[in-house]
């Protein structure tokens, strides 16, 4: 009795993050304290039915908790994934998955009976970054996914933002431009048509158009084009791959302006893989958003890089789905 | 002593809400279910020096209180006025008061020792909206107040926003164009120079200076050119003033549009003077937003009136500052 009490107490409480992606799904154990004690990675098999990949998921996390099992208690699962929505616990349209519309609590109640709960990938990362990462201490915060689009997260008086049916923290659909670039949501100028890395390599055609002088990036096709590309022809020196990212910061830092004279946040904290290119995408933002902020804003918002860790950020932030003190929708928490 | 207990038991709370406006302060005693027992209002003298304003208000306040006072107890006193900080108790460089800045908790404690919270107008509107008027059960909407200028306030998650700096919900100061109208901020083309009594004058102004076609609008100056004049003109058809009134309208809904990405509203709430135009304004501002929202808003998103009673609203809503259960900032309880 004595050397079970013992190894009981022990026993360290984590979570279950989990991130979809299109191609990769991400998975791991997280203590409060945002360690990650086990992670692994299964393909996501996009064309195949959610149940299936459900079945796969919980094989292989169950797989990964038995080299752990002896030290830890599974208290929760987080997942993060495309158009997931936390007050209804479905993953609807998920963009880059055959999926339509999946009832993630029904799916994960066929194998746990402990609570889940669900929110889109940016959402994660912002929960991600205020338990884990730079915004630790932060109750009022944005935080911005440079992937290939835009993803936004919003926390305000430290809770995270959903709004009134879950989706909101939606930046990268804000307007730039009425008549400007077609946007795959159908509409044109939004946001990440410019700021993402998709966004950046349409600029970088686009000033090549307008333009005679050479460039390695001229021999690579528009479908080829990636940021690596530019960002690495910018390490060159390359004229339109500096003049892109400048362009790029410029445009998010004017609509950066926007979003704080919303939410005054303490900092914006940026994530993804388009933040490689640093201060050559963030000091003309942040010099673009100070000359376009409304006056008593000025000279206190943070534009922050992430503080989580690349290779698990998105287990860290689905996990904190469990670890924050987020209100439980209803019907999320006994399953 | 039974006498006393029965005299006690019937006395219901109230909290005194203030309203500081550059002309006028309004102020009553409200109870927690938003009946205004007793108002009144005091000119506020913007060029006397704040602690004279003070002394005033609380001279005037207690007599009106004499006249509730055998059914009534005071439990909370909340302050709204330009530019009030929720967290620090100041108001700071108020437009069309000489104060510059003014611990409003200082100044009330000279005469009271019951809790004050302060905020600025906007925000004042958008509690008592959401305690007393359209907002009730909500929990994401956004309160805009259509008055000489733009103001708005932000609840989410069923909190105002304040913010990290206090400030949050300068929706008026987002950017429409960034070559467009010089604004008072310093700026040019913030929202609030097109949409608010000033803005629609503007508009009038530059309709008119495009065309030659007769309106009675031409024989007013600029100067004296007010909101009321032009809904009169549309209301009698103007052309002018009925196209001016579409173009707010127009470009209200695509600023709408932003805000609803950022924070997935219920619903936005309108108040002010400006709001006696209607449908004038709000019908192409429905349509408008509704073209310009990313997808999985479409349709959700409710335009409506404010419910709270014009005489009292503002009242109602600095008043709220106590009965709502904001969190209460360092300082304010213990006054």
């Known amino acids: 009795m004595f050397f079970w009490q ?3 107490l022990m026993q360290v409480d984590v979570s279950l993050g989990v991130t979809i992606g299109g191609t990769h799904t991400v998975f791991g154990y997280v203590d409060q304290k945002g360690k990650c004690l086990a992670h692994s990675t299964i393909p996501t098999i996009a064309h195949q039915p959610a149940d299936l990949f459900f079945e796969r998921l919980h094989s292989n996390a169950a797989a990964l908790f038995d080299t752990i099992h002896e030290k830890c ?4 699962i987080g997942v993060g994934a495309p158009n997931a929505n936390y007050y209804t616990g ?32 940016a959402n994660v990362i912002a929960l991600g970054e205020m338990l884990f990462g730079a915004a630790q201490g932060m109750k009022n915060f944005i935080e911005i996914t440079l992937g290939t689009g835009l993803g936004s997260g919003i926390v305000a008086n430290g809770e995270l933002i959903c709004g009134a049916d879950g989706n909101a923290g939606e930046i990268g659909h804000t307007t730039v431009d009425l008549q400007g670039r077609e946007c795959s949501c159908g509409r044109r100028g939004c946001l990440e048509t410019y700021v993402s890395a998709k966004g950046i390599c349409r600029t970088v055609q686009d000033l090549m158009s307008h333009s005679t002088e050479g460039s390695d990036l001229r021999s690579v096709s528009p479908e080829n084009l990636t940021f690596k590309m530019i960002n690495d022809a910018a390490q060159r020196g390359d004229r339109f791959a500096l003049e892109a ?9 004017i609509k950066l302006a926007d979003s704080v004279a919303h939410l005054s946040p303490e900092a914006v904290i940026f994530f993804g893989s388009s933040i490689a290119a640093g201060d050559l995408i963030f000091k003309p933002a942040k010099q673009s958003m100070e000359e376009h902020l409304f006056g008593m804003f000025k000279n206190k918002v943070k534009l922050l890089p992430s503080g989580l860790s690349e290779e698990v950020a998105s287990i860290l932030g689905s996990s904190a789905l469990i670890w924050s003190d987020m209100k439980t929708p209803a019907g999320i928490s006994t399953l």
């Not at 055959?98 to 889109?120: D, H």
């Not at 990212?245 to 830092?253: A, C, K, N, P, S």
């Open 245 to 253: 990212l400048e362009y790029t910061g410029t445009i998010l830092g």
């Open 6 to 8: 013992k190894d009981n």
């Open 73 to 76: 208690k599974l208290i929760g």
């Open 90 to 121: 479905m993953i609807e349209n998920p963009p880059n998955l055959s999926w339509e519309n999946v009832n993630v609590w029904a799916e994960i109640r066929k194998y746990y009976t402990i609570p889940v709960a669900i929110t889109n990938e």
